[in-house]
């Protein structure tokens, strides 16, 4: 029997606060799907303005708060007023994080830790207060963005911590869907190849693109949407029998 999402619904969605980043896209595809949505970033009145700005453009209930990831009191804080303004929280998009261009050999302790601490426990700080209430629900969707990084060990823009938290995160998230499975709760990962937002602009040179396309498949750069597509549908009532999966949208890169 089909366990189908209430029409009232919120999806929390962490690193939205930026115009053209993928966590805004996410966002948006996800009002427009009639979810409600509360916004966690690290800047919280980028975080209110962004939630304004799509309750205006799609007529839903929308909030911001601001939090770092990694602390467990503020995740919990955000989330606890999130459920007290909007309706029941049953969906999650983990999308904030954060890049790692150090060489291994100049790798700092302290680098690795701050990669960890954002990457892969942040993850699991928003992820395990979020599926508490998804239990009590008695349903749920968690998406969170991986990387091709983490099937190819970097190539990319990162490096070895970054990859190897996005390695950790696919681990983490088939563990969660096992566990959380016989309460109606998914959890799949995203895992993007270079995609054009505002963080990777000044990387993405016309030579670097080049690069990027030649290794691809689909000839052509990431956008936001391809993977704000992607959550959607892995958030949708249509994916509830899907779940412990890794969705690669990084045009076939991750076959070369």
């Known amino acids: 029997?089909?366990?189908?999402?209430?029409?009232?619904?919120t999806a929390i969605v962490t690193g939205a606060a930026s115009a053209r980043g993928i966590g805004r896209s996410v966002a948006e595809r996800l009002a427009e799907d009639g979810w409600s949505i509360g916004i966690i970033d690290l800047d919280a009145s980028a975080s209110a303005e962004a939630a304004s700005e799509l309750a205006e453009r799609f007529d839903v209930l929308a909030a911001g708060w601001g939090a770092d990831i990694s602390d467990?009191?503020?995740?919990?804080?955000?989330?606890?007023?999130?459920?007290?303004?909007?309706?029941?929280?049953?969906?999650?998009?983990?999308?904030?994080?954060?890049?790692?261009?150090t060489p291994y050999l100049e790798l700092t302790l302290d680098e690795w830790r701050r990669q960890m601490d954002v990457n892969l426990t942040g993850v699991h700080i928003v992820t395990q207060r979020a599926a508490r209430s998804m239990v009590r629900h008695g349903i749920g969707r968690i998406v969170s963005i991986s990387s091709i990084s983490a099937q190819r060990g970097g190539g990319t823009y990162s490096k070895t911590p970054y990859s190897t938290a996005k390695a950790g995160l696919i681990g983490f998230t088939r563990s969660v869907a096992r566990e959380l499975g016989e309460f109606g709760v998914t959890?799949?990962?995203?895992?993007?190849?270079?995609i054009d937002t505002d963080i990777m602009g000044g990387r993405l040179t016309e030579e670097r693109k080049q690069g990027f396309i030649d290794e691809q498949i689909v000839k052509r750069i990431g956008a936001p949407a391809d993977v704000a597509h992607a959550v959607a549908f892995l958030m949708s009532d249509g994916a509830g029998f899907i779940t412990g999966q890794n969705v690669n949208v990084n045009g076939g890169q991750y076959m070369s």
């Open 1 to 9: 029997m089909l366990n189908n999402l209430p029409t009232a619904r």
């Open 72 to 101: 467990p009191h503020a995740v919990s804080r955000a989330l606890d007023e999130a459920e007290a303004s909007l309706p029941p929280l049953v969906g999650l998009a983990n999308i904030a994080g954060i890049s790692s261009p």
């Open 187 to 194: 959890a799949n990962t995203v895992s993007p190849g270079p």
